[in-house]
């Protein structure tokens, strides 16, 4: 059940209004190199990094689908949304301004983020594994999101940028959000209701110029200006070869997946236990830089991949690592770390040949690390 308490007047000249506490981001549009974690925003950011709400800002089909936690310990809850107008029995009530908000984890307190105006706001979470609610994107399956319970026009959403949040910072104590997740904001109160008065005037100004919800990808490297082709290619045929490459960049190389953010933390981890040295993993845009207790300074790229693909994430990483040596002093081993086991024969020729080292988990939590014979 949701909260109980007050309906809102739905009389007002305002429409009804929901705050939803989240975890922190730059630009919610995905994990990325640049907003390449969630912060806070409950226990499941906590422990992951990353969390339903990373893709609250991404369009698509000029519809942004938004998260916001319900489920506490075993329950999931629902969204009061009698106290938004709707009647008993309803599903779901529309118009709604929804107001999203996230702690700032460098100076604390809870600020404005951005929000959606005239939202439709579901009691229950929508579910992606039911065959008639497929997810919205690809990209959205990609960051490991598995429903919504908020849907608005995209261009109804404004997030604002970090230096413009400390404008509108929430308030502490008796009538006030607290610790929780959703607050409805209709108990009369002074303070509040100036707040109230004071967001909705400065989301008036800002709602022309301020940064919209963008189906933007952030690039990760020179190949995300690689567009698939429309038409789709036989198997077996001229082009089967580069639709592979195609589909393989546009699933693991033109937006950061949490699949790179997991193989990095495991390999993080590997390195600790051999005792490596200088781990640093933010010397962007090297995925990690390290020194071996036996090899030296190494820079090491992360590439997760499966079987079918590992040969172009080989390649890939090749002319990344490449690319990074350039800037780099001294002459550092080049290491390229990936999800799956390669081939014995050409793949690992590939990089060996080449002077590129090769690291794959061993099966047994650990990591391998096969480098070239001098």
């Known amino acids: 059940m949701g909260i109980k308490g007050k309906q809102q007047n739905t009389n007002d000249k305002h429409p009804p209004i929901i705050f939803c506490n989240i975890g922190w981001m730059k630009e919610y549009r995905g994990l990325t190199r640049t907003d390449e974690k969630l912060i806070g925003g409950g226990k499941y950011p906590a422990l992951n990094e990353r969390g339903g709400e990373v893709c609250n800002f991404f369009s698509v089909r000029r519809k942004v689908y938004g998260h916001v936690e319900t489920i506490k310990g075993q329950k999931d809850r629902t969204i009061d949304i009698t106290r938004l107008g709707a009647k008993e029995g ?86 006030w959000m607290g610790q929780a997740q959703l607050w409805y904001a209709d108990k009369p109160a002074t303070d509040v209701t100036q707040f109230i008065e004071k967001l909705r005037k400065f989301m008036n100004s800002r709602h022309k110029d301020a940064k919209p919800a963008s189906t933007a990808i952030r690039s990760t490297n020179r190949n995300a200006n690689v567009v698939p082709p429309k038409k789709k290619l036989r198997r077996g045929g001229p082009g089967a070869a580069r639709g592979d490459y195609l589909r393989y960049v546009n699933n693991y190389e033109c937006k950061i ?17 051999i005792n490596a040295t200088k781990i640093s993993v933010t010397t962007y845009p090297i995925d990690v830089t390290f020194d071996h207790p036996e090899f030296g300074p190494v820079i090491g790229e992360i590439k997760p991949c499966d079987k079918k693909n590992i040969r172009f994430a080989i390649r890939t990483a090749m002319g990344q690592l490449l690319d990074y040596r350039q800037n780099t002093q001294g002459r550092p081993r080049s290491l390229i770390i990936l999800e799956a086991k390669p081939k014995a024969g050409l793949d690992v020729s590939l990089a060996h040949t080449n002077g590129f080292g090769l690291a794959y988990p061993d099966g047994k939590g650990q990591f391998k690390i096969d480098w070239p014979q001098n």
């Open 257 to 273: 997946v949490p699949k790179h953010n997991a193989l990095q933390k495991r390999f993080e981890k590997y390195l600790a236990s």
């Open 90 to 175: 309803d599903i779901s009530v529309s118009g709604i301004d929804v107001i999203w908000t996230a702690t700032n984890p460098v100076t604390r307190g809870r600020f404005v983020v951005g929000w959606y105006r005239n939202a439709t706001v579901y009691k229950k979470r929508i579910l992606y594994n039911n065959k008639n609610v497929p997810a919205p994107s690809k990209f959205h399956k990609s960051n490991d999101i598995h429903s919504y319970i908020i849907e608005a026009p995209s261009k109804n959403s404004v997030l604002l940028p970090t230096k413009d949040r400390k404008k509108l910072p929430l308030g502490r104590g008796k009538n």
